[in-house]
Every structure is written in C-alpha cells, then in structure tokens.
C-alpha cells in the first residue's frame, strides 16, 4: 500500500529498516531482517538480526534496535519499521520482540514493510493483546507462605 498520508520521517524509518537488512548476520537460517525504530525526538535507530551457532543466543532486528536505542539514552518510541527479503507476505515481529516493543509503549506502531516498500501498519497492541507490562508487578496480589 502507498499512502501519500505518512509522515516523511516514516518513510524514512521503512527505508532504514530496509538499510539495516543489509547488515544482518545469518549464515544459519539466511533470513536477513532489518529493523528502524523512530524515537520520541525524531532519531531513527537500526538494528539487524544476529545468529549464533547457539541458535537461541542470536537477536532479532527489533531487539537490537530497541536495546542499542536504549543504551544511547532513548527509551520513548514512536513506532518501529520490520523489514525482510520475504516478498509476498508481510513479517511480523515474534513473540519476544511483541513484549520488548510493549514494554516500552502500549501506543507503538509497527510498520510492516516488504522489499518494494509496501507496508501494513498495526499498533503494537493489535500485536500483543492483552500484553504484560509493568504495572502488572505493582498489582495486588495474593500472599502466600
């Protein structure tokens, strides 16, 4: 879809992602993924995916655009751009990523964005419903001995 309605700084965050693919490390499973994350102050961050030969150690693009966002001091977020080589279907963030974007706003759209730049857009709790967050650990809860 084109929509002659978003924002150029959007546009520019799909493009990133797009950028960011390029930097993937997956000699395993060849599925390169390419994130942006645009901040509440208009900085757009990359990330890419990284495997290990210890499958479960490696990151996904949109982790490590998050957690590199906020070790530069960033942690309010617009929304986030996912981009891979897969072109007939969108890619969706997995599960760990759904919870690590929540974490950091229930309000975050996520730009689904193929290789030809058409995207769907899908705030984070079309994503994630009913998503863990931290208020959850300051709710009451039943004591037990």
Do not use: W
């Not at 193929?114 to 009451?140: A, Q, R, W």
């Amino acid at each position: 879809m084109e929509d002659s309605n978003i924002s150029d700084k959007i546009r520019e965050m799909m493009a990133k992602s797009v950028e960011a693919k390029s930097h993937a490390y997956s000699p395993y499973s060849h599925f390169r993924v390419g994130a942006a994350l645009l901040t509440d102050d208009g900085q757009i961050i990359e990330g890419c995916n990284v495997e290990n030969a210890s499958y479960s150690l490696g990151v996904c693009a949109e982790r490590c655009a998050i957690f590199k966002a906020v070790s530069d001091g960033h942690s309010n977020f617009k929304a986030i751009a996912v981009n891979s080589d897969i072109k007939d279907e969108f890619t969706s963030p997995c599960g760990a990523c759904r919870q690590v974007i929540y974490e950091f706003g229930k309000d975050i759209d996520v730009y689904l964005v193929k290789p030809d730049m058409t995207y769907k857009m899908v705030p984070i709790k079309t994503l994630l419903p009913l998503g863990f967050h931290g208020e959850c650990l300051n709710m009451k809860k039943i004591l037990t001995d």
